[in-house]
């Protein structure tokens, strides 16, 4: 199973990004989808999930109205759009593949490596 996350990088406040996570050796299709982030220093903080079907999501507090979390199983990727953002938004990325929405990171069985999104104030 390897879960690729990219996009991450630069980016001055305000701006935006978009991740993405390709997903390989799982069904995709059967498996909720969660981004969370890792500053450092600071433990890993719930960011937001998608239902396997795309029509559920939950976003953490300090993204919702900011982040999209979005899905294309034909793709077998999450991505995550990342509006407005700010220097407190500065961590690690990491996608993970799990059997429901959940906001706690012990529900997901598989984890991605990881994206640095850095902003700039």
């Known amino acids: 199973v390897q879960l690729q996350a990219s996009g991450g990088g630069l980016v001055q406040a305000g701006g935006s990004l978009r991740l993405s996570c390709q997903v390989s050796g799982l069904t995709f299709s059967n498996y909720a989808m969660g981004w969370f982030r890792q500053a450092p220093g600071k433990e890993r903080e719930f960011v937001a999930t998608i239902r396997w079907s795309g029509d559920m999501t939950d976003y953490g507090d300090s993204v919702k109205g900011r982040f999209t979390i979005s899905r294309d199983n034909a793709k077998k990727t999450v991505y995550l759009q990342m509006n407005n953002l700010k220097p407190a938004d500065t961590a690690v990325y990491y996608c993970?593949?799990?059997?429901?929405?959940?906001?706690?990171?012990?529900?997901?069985?598989?984890w991605g490596q990881g994206t640095q999104v850095t902003v700039s104030s």
């Open positions: 993970a593949a799990g059997r429901g929405v959940y906001r706690s990171g012990s529900y997901y069985s598989h």
